[in-house]
């Protein structure tokens, strides 16, 4: 019997096979990576430098630890190139595999920041240990950091970075960080908290070109404003990474579109985590995943469970002034209503009868956010 083939090594693809493992622990499961399969959190590399922690000391259990404290199969550095799905089969790097299912954990690819110039190609991002491996190594010894958008990824690169002493700049398009969760009062008192740590923001602004000059590089902005940096990190978003779906035929929409048994369009095909489009919803953070992995697990191994998920606020490690959020549905009627006090913003949006529907809090405020989730729950 071919095995069950999860592909990518991310926090989806790992946590799915220690799901699987805990209901089944010999089904054959082989996991293919196009990386080193090391096991490492994600949401750390946004906060190791405060947290004092190297790239190194990031990584936990390497491949082979994996494997063997799985009971699984874990090919590192192998990059699948194409999936048959009417034979059941991927073509990868490393040759051709059969499987009984095949669940897509490929995570998702940082947007190019399209700047010009001549230091456009140096430009940074970090999205994986390997990544912040470089960004350590390029930050050593440096004191200018120039980060490219304001949204949540940014805004904590921005807080990492102020705290352990650098001088950074921040340009971003929106009118205040995070504009597309935050309320301006809850955006603006982030804002105003990073400043007092350092935080130069440029918003309204985006970047047109990058050059490298003898000392760093120069910025230069769509109004023509000049930022000098040595190094620049780009944190303007991530896209779900679609193209080996799209090319088998299986359907996509932002990302890799299934139905709530995380079930593709092609018979025995998966796909969880950030490349997938879950009922038309993306969801590129830790809890949805973990609910999904869950689910798949108990799916793939004999009971079809459809994903569910409980009220899931997404914590924004500015540990300046925190934030929680968890944003109302899109269709969700009502409005904000937000109260501001010396120590942090309260955000509640509610409908006509007064029911809560989501929530904004930030610095002092988000002791709440356990209470708020109860009654989100009710
Ligand atoms: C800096 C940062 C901080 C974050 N902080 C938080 C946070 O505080 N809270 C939170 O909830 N979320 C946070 N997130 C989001 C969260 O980390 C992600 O949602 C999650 O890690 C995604 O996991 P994944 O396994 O879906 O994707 P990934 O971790 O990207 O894994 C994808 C895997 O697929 C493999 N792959 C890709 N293409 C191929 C191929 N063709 N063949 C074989 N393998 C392939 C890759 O090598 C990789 O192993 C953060 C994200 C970042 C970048």
């Known amino acids: ?18 799901e699987i493992r805990k209901r089944d622990a010999t089904v054959p499961v082989t996991l293919v990576t196009a990386d080193d399969g ?42 699948i190139t194409a999936i048959d799905t009417q034979r059941q089969r991927i073509h990868s ?6 499987y009984r299912q095949l669940v897509l954990a490929l995570g998702a690819d940082p947007i190019p920041h399209g700047l010009a110039g ?5 430009v940074l991002t970090v999205n994986d240990l390997a990544d912040y491996a470089a960004f350590r190594g390029a930050i050593d010894g440096k004191k200018r950091i120039t980060v490219l958008g304001g949204g949540l990824i940014g805004c904590e690169f921005a807080n990492d970075l102020a705290h352990a002493g650098f001088a950074v700049d921040v340009v971003h398009l929106g009118g205040w960080p995070l504009e597309r969760l935050l309320p301006v009062e809850a955006g603006q008192r982030l804002a105003d908290s990073l400043t007092v740590l350092g935080v130069r923001w440029h918003f ?20 023509g404003e000049v930022i000098e940096a040595d ?49 038309g919803l993306n969801l590129p953070y830790v809890q949805p995943l ?34 929680a959020v968890l944003p109302p549905r899109i269709d969700a009627p009502g409005g904000w209503k937000v109260e501001c006090s010396d120590t942090g913003v309260c955000a509640l949006h509610t409908d006509a009868t007064g029911r809560l529907q989501g929530f904004v809090l930030t610095g002092s405020e988000t002791g709440r956010r356990n209470a708020l989730v109860k009654e989100l729950a009710v």
């Open 1 to 18: 019997m071919p095995p069950i083939v999860i592909a990518g090594s991310g926090l989806a693809g790992y946590t799915l096979l220690k």
């Open 38 to 79: 090391t096991f490492y959190a994600k949401p750390n590399l946004s906060n190791a430098l405060a947290a004092g922690r190297t790239a190194a000391a990031l990584a936990g259990a390497s491949a082979q630890e994996m494997a063997a404290g799985q009971n699984a199969t874990v090919l590192p550095y192998t990059r």
């Open 93 to 98: 790097d490393g040759g051709e595999l059969e």
């Open 118 to 122: 001549s230091g456009a190609a140096d």
């Open 204 to 223: 309204g602004r985006t970047g047109k070109s990058v050059d490298a000059v003898a000392d760093g590089y120069r910025v230069v902005l769509d109004n």
């Open 231 to 279: 190094v620049v990190l780009s944190a303007i978003g991530l896209r779900p990474r679609i193209r080996l779906a799209q090319a088998a035929g299986i359907p996509v929409g932002r990302g890799i579109q299934t139905d709530r048994l995380l079930q593709t369009g092609a018979a025995n095909v998966y796909a969880m985590g950030d490349c997938a489009d879950i009922e």
């Open 290 to 323: 973990m609910m999904q992995a869950r689910a798949l697990a108990a799916t793939l191994t004999g009971t079809p469970t459809p994903v569910v998920y409980p009220a899931m606020p997404v914590m924004v490690k500015t540990p300046v002034h925190p934030v």
